[in-house]
């Protein structure tokens, strides 16, 4: 049975339930059934976001099982740590190195984990890692916004994703309104090509 498990982790602003979107309209493009939950999180701006995806033949709960994911997708580098439980030995992280300590970290002096240290802290669990610098890629092309859709482009290029090209593109034209729609795949398309593997 094809299916591919998904974590989705960032913070509120990023764009995570949009992504969440694109792979779901792209499942169906591709005939595939799918599920998508916001399980908890604060989608304003600056609170942590998990969102489950499942895309397969037939999927039947919305939520990705503990160890059960193929795929863990984090905008920003510390979240990865609140979605390692649900990664299976075998599965894969797509992390963006853009690092957003949280205010609260800031205020009381917490020390924030910064790239290096979360790699190491990750490498034993997760059977590839990937990291993008989508933040970038998405400002060099005018539109800091569209870090989301390089991170799914990137996530396309690691072999992973049981979406064809095809589809995620025209889920990504039909999420959005023409002018912005164009500069999201230009991002997507900049994505394929940017995927750095780490382990």
């Not at 509120?12 to 309209?25: E, K, N, P, R, S």
């Amino acid at each position: 049975m094809t299916r591919v498990n998904m974590i989705l982790s960032g913070v509120g602003g990023q764009g995570i339930l949009t992504l969440a979107t694109v792979l779901g309209t792209a499942a169906i493009l591709d005939g595939y059934d799918v599920r998508v939950s916001e399980v908890h999180g604060m989608s304003q701006r600056g609170g942590s976001v998990i969102c489950h995806v499942k895309i397969g033949d037939k999927i039947n709960s919305p939520l990705v099982m503990e160890g059960s994911a193929d795929i863990v997708i984090s905008l920003e580098a510390s979240e990865v740590l609140k979605a390692l439980h649900y990664l299976k030995p075998s599965g894969i992280i797509v992390v963006n190195n853009f690092e957003l300590p949280p205010p609260l970290s800031m205020i009381k002096g917490l020390e924030y984990p910064h790239l290096n240290k979360i790699i190491d802290d990750v490498k034993e669990i997760a059977g590839e890692i990937y990291t993008v610098d989508a933040y970038e890629i998405a400002k060099n092309i005018g539109s800091p916004l569209s870090a989301n859709m390089v991170i799914l482009g990137s996530t396309w290029a690691t072999g992973k994703l049981i979406l064809s090209k095809e589809s995620l593109v025209k889920a990504i034209a039909k999420s959005f309104k023409e002018h912005i729609a164009s500069m999201n795949i230009r991002a997507f398309e900049e994505g394929t090509k940017m995927v750095k593997k780490l382990l």
